[in-house]
């Protein structure tokens, strides 16, 4: 893209951070604005990686202070069309998604953070929060219309569940896991034609 320096790793992701919880009116809240690139070596292009918010299951004292929170994305790979997690602090990818066969130019729709089935069953059984993303896969030039700039269409409609597993306690200290809930294919010759789902999640979902 135009907007993007050839140096770049990634697409600009903005992200907006507010620090301290101010007065009922907020006045002394401190707002921090960022320009995020991925570290990963194959990020799509012309897609932008969601930032994801931090998942740290059930469990534990309420009162205890928070972890502070993790930089982790989702993007699409542009080498292969894959739907990958990745922890930028660390530089590292936490999952990855195979035979998603992403759009070049698709998007990801994120939803708000909800919740999950519980824990494995050995005295942990709180439901776990997720938070689900939204994506068009299976991309196919079968469908010629082109009305988007390019003949290359979505086939499948993917709801991907971002989890954490059960630590090896048989809590909920586990590594964060990418898990298909929806997966949803088109009969032949028919496509999603667009870049990303419109995805909306109601409070009782």
Not at 12 to 32: F, I, K, M, N, T
Not at 173 to 180: D, S, V
């Amino acid at each position: 893209p135009d907007y993007s320096p050839p140096s770049a790793l990634s697409p600009p992701l903005v992200r907006r951070r507010v620090q301290g919880a101010g007065d009922d009116a907020g006045v002394g809240v401190g707002v921090e604005v960022e320009v995020v690139r991925l570290s990963a070596p194959d990020v799509a292009p012309l897609t932008h990686p969601v930032a994801v918010p931090s998942l740290w299951g059930g469990g534990g004292d309420s009162n205890e202070e928070a972890p502070p929170p993790r930089s982790w994305y989702a993007y699409l790979s542009s080498s292969s069309g894959d739907l990958v997690l990745w922890d930028d602090d660390a530089d590292a990818e936490l999952d990855r998604m195979g035979g998603v066969g992403a759009l070049p130019d698709g998007g990801i729709a994120i939803g708000p953070e909800t919740t999950g089935a519980g824990g494995n069953g050995d005295g942990d059984d709180a439901p776990r929060p997720v938070v689900l993303l939204a994506l068009y896969g299976g991309s196919t030039s079968s469908y010629r219309h082109c009305v988007l700039g390019d003949c290359v269409e979505g086939s499948r409609l993917l709801v991907v569940a971002i989890e954490i597993t059960d630590g090896d306690d048989g809590g909920s200290g586990g590594n964060p896991r990418l898990a298909t809930k929806v997966d949803v294919s088109l009969p032949a010759g028919t496509v999603f034609e667009g870049l990303n789902p419109l995805f909306f999640l109601s409070s009782s979902s």
